[in-house]
């Protein structure tokens, strides 16, 4: 006899992942932070702020440490930022075929890609460092010290009505389409 899977999730999912080149991208989804709750309407004003919103935050390991400006840095950057928005892209298209209210953060701006931008930006690194608890340096551009990579990540946000399991299965089946496989 054939028993339907059962997923048991802790509050918070998280999913391990490679690139082509071997660097780490770190997937979690997480309730939304009190910004998020408490400015709904001002950074996603299409919207409803009754929506139950997942937060999922997507860490790209970067070939340098992201503390200085340089070209150097500023192209890696870039390539990441671009990395992101058609991984995001891809998973939030996904999700609003399943007619889930879905859209990315874009890292550079602050504002919502898919949606008609708010009176206030949102700030992923803010973001990350609420939900994940990790340290920031405060420089002309605020960095995180992620524990294994250390200033070497890039963080970035999608924010989806979609439930976590959804979001996670979105996401799973995306970063195969991007080339990254999952880490065990």
């Known amino acids: 006899m054939s028993y339907p899977k059962i997923f048991s999730f802790s509050k918070d999912y998280k999913i391990k992942l490679v ?57 890696e950057k870039q390539r ?19 007619k889930y209210p879905t859209d990315l953060i874009d890292p550079r701006t602050g504002y919502p890609l898919l949606s008609r931008p708010g009176q206030i930006s949102h700030d992923d690194t803010a973001a990350v460092k609420a939900l994940l608890k990790y340290p920031m340096i405060c420089n002309k551009c605020r960095v995180l010290i992620h524990p294994e990579w250390g200033t070497a990540v890039y963080p970035s946000i999608l924010i989806s009505a979609a439930p976590k399991i959804i979001i996670a299965q979105a ?14």
Request: hydrophobic share 40%; aromatic share 8%; with cysteine.
């Open 19 to 75: 690139n082509e080149r071997g660097e780490e991208i770190q997937i979690s989804i997480h309730s939304p932070t009190r910004y998020i709750r408490d400015n709904c309407q001002r950074i996603l004003p299409d919207w409803d702020s009754k929506l139950r919103m997942s937060v999922a935050i997507v860490l790209q390991q970067s070939r340098f440490a992201l503390t200085e400006s340089s070209p150097k840095i500023e192209v």
């Open 80 to 98: 990441l930022r671009a990395k992101f928005m058609k991984f995001a892209c891809d998973v939030a298209f996904d999700l609003k075929d399943k």
């Open 171 to 184: 996401m799973q089946s995306n970063a195969i389409l991007h080339g990254w496989e999952k880490v065990s």
